[in-house]
């Protein structure tokens, strides 16, 4: 085989390394047709054809618009891609860049990685849920809207006083209200988190068909 060839691919694979324009699947292509050109010398017909259109994206613009991307990232984007990884490590999605991005804080995610993660649809309401001020500030008293998902909350919860201990910065859903909460139901030793969904504002009173304290009781 021509060694140019080979030199062809191993630039387009570094060049990925240092600014990552290829996905996952386009970087593991080129990673297997380097062995492949490597043990036979050459590369079928389909495969130069896919190789030719990768090694396309590695050219001098590409190079300079990577540097520029570089050049604008800031603390406010870097915010931004954390919250967005956050959100998604908990889903099946992005699971490998949000790693990256919250375990590795010198990376920097490529302009593609960052549009097609922090600016779809579903990013945008994490987002917006995040920055949104909370409904209750910590210091309140709240109390489970009935019925909640969670069975045990239902049945022990009913009713009872919670402190808001704080407002919690990860989002698990898109859904309107998924804002998390930090609160303390009075007469527990151990706080649980609830989304703004879930709860509502106390209103002072409590049943008194059960055996439960009064408000003087409660002590917060």
């Known amino acids: 085989m021509e060694k140019s060839l080979l030199e062809r691919i191993e630039r387009v694979i ?46 001098p613009d590409v190079i300079e618009k ?33 790693n990256k991005i919250l375990t590795d804080p010198e990376f920097i995610p490529s302009h593609r990685q960052y549009t097609k993660m922090c600016e779809n649809k579903y990013a945008k309401k994490v987002l917006a849920i995040t920055s949104a001020e909370p409904q209750y500030p910590v210091g309140s008293t709240v109390v489970l809207r009935s019925p909640t998902a969670n069975e045990w909350s239902n049945r022990v919860l009913r009713d009872v006083p919670c402190l808001v201990l704080g407002v919690l910065d990860g ?14 139901p009075y007469g527990k030793a151990e706080p649980r988190t609830f989304e703004e969904r879930q709860i509502k504002k106390w209103n002072g009173k409590k049943k008194t068909s059960k055996k439960s304290a009064t408000c003087e009781e409660i002590p917060f």
């Open 14 to 59: 570094n060049f990925n390394q240092k600014y990552p324009v290829l996905s996952d699947w386009e970087n593991g292509f080129m990673e297997s047709v380097a062995a492949f050109a490597a043990k036979r010398g050459k590369l079928s017909e389909g495969q130069y054809r896919v190789f030719a259109k990768l090694e396309a994206k590695c050219d």
């Open 66 to 98: 990577a540097k520029a991307w570089e050049s604008s990232w800031n603390d406010e984007k870097r915010a931004i891609a954390r919250t967005c990884a956050e959100y998604y490590s908990n889903t099946m999605y992005w699971t490998a860049l949000s």
């Open 171 to 184: 989002i698990v859903s898109t859904a309107k209200g998924a804002k998390q909460y930090s609160i303390l």
